[in-house]
C-alpha cells in the first residue's frame, strides 16, 4: 500500500565505510529525488532522476551516487562516509518533470548517522 | 540571502486560534508555491497550493504577493492536529526543483 518507500529506515555506521538507501514508488511515477535534511531541518534537493535520466545533480560531492536501474527505483550509493553526511535523506516522486503543480510525494526517510 | 525565508518559531497558540505564517523568497523567478506540512520525526507531505488569487481550503487560507514576494497562510480555529512544522515551498520551474524553507514549527495547546 506504501506509495514511496525506503530502506533502511535507521542506517547508523562508521566514517569511512560505504552504504546504500533503497527507494521505491509504486505510484507509476516518471521522477523521482532524493534530498537531504540536515540537523537544522533544511531540507535540500540532491538529485532528480526522469525515467531514469539524470536531471538535477546539486553540487553534491561526487562520494554520493544515484542510481535508477527502472522509473520505479532510486537508489543512493554514498562512499567513504563523512560525519558531516549524518542527516535525514528522503526520497520523493512526482507524476511528471514538468508541470507546475506537480506534488511531490515523500518516503518515511532514512536516519543516517555517521560515527 | 536564503532562496526561502521564514520565522522558525516555535509558535504556541490555544486550540481555537488564529495563527498566520508568513514566507519570503528571493528569486522573483519564482513560478509556483506551496505549503507542506511535516510532523515530527515524519516526512513533508503537501499541504495546499498558493495562488495568485489567494485560495481556501478549509481553515486554511493561502495568499501570494508576487509583487512583495511574499506568502502566507492562515490556520483559523486550529486543532491540536495542526501542532506540525510548516514549510514554505518554492518551485524555481523547469524541471520541479522544489526549494524548501526552514521551517515554522507550530504548538496548539489545549
Known amino acids: 500500500d506504501t506509495a514511496v518507500s525506503q530502506t533502511p529506515k535507521y542506517l547508523v555506521t562508521q566514517m569511512g565505510n560505504d552504504k546504500s538507501i533503497k527507494c521505491e514508488q509504486n505510484?507509476?511515477?516518471?521522477?523521482m529525488y532524493w534530498y537531504k535534511q540536515d540537523s537544522k531541518k533544511f531540507l535540500k534537493i540532491m538529485f532528480s532522476?526522469?525515467?531514469?535520466?539524470?536531471?538535477i545533480n546539486e553540487t553534491v560531492p561526487n562520494r554520493f551516487s544515484p542510481k535508477s536501474p527502472d522509473k520505479a527505483h532510486l537508489n543512493l550509493h554514498i562512499n567513504s562516509l563523512e560525519l558531516g553526511d549524518s542527516a535525514v535523506y528522503f526520497c520523493?516522486?512526482?507524476?511528471?518533470?514538468?508541470?507546475?503543480?506537480?506534488?511531490?510525494?515523500f518516503g518515511p526517510g532514512t536516519r543516517l548517522l555517521v560515527l | 540571502r536564503k532562496e526561502v525565508e521564514q520565522d522558525p518559531g516555535p509558535f504556541n497558540v490555544p486550540e481555537g486560534a488564529t495563527v498566520a505564517f508568513n514566507c519570503t523568497y528571493s528569486n522573483s523567478a519564482s513560478q509556483s508555491f506551496f505549503w507542506y506540512r511535516q510532523d515530527c520525526r515524519k516526512e513533508p507531505k503537501l499541504l495546499m497550493s498558493v495562488y495568485s488569487s489567494g485560495n481556501e481550503d478549509g481553515r486554511f487560507t493561502a495568499q501570494l504577493n508576487r509583487a512583495s514576494q511574499y506568502i502566507s497562510l492562515l490556520i483559523r480555529d486550529s486543532k491540536l492536529s495542526d501542532s506540525a512544522t510548516y514549510l514554505c515551498?518554492?518551485?524555481?520551474?523547469?524541471?520541479?526543483?522544489?526549494?524548501f524553507g526552514q521551517g515554522t514549527r507550530l504548538t496548539i495547546n489545549p
Open positions: 532522476y526522469n525515467n531514469k535520466e539524470l536531471i
Open positions: 505510484l507509476g511515477h516518471d521522477t
Open positions: 515551498v518554492v518551485n524555481l520551474g523547469g524541471a520541479q526543483k522544489l526549494v
Open positions: 520523493a516522486s512526482s507524476r511528471l518533470l514538468t508541470g507546475l503543480q506537480e506534488t511531490q510525494y
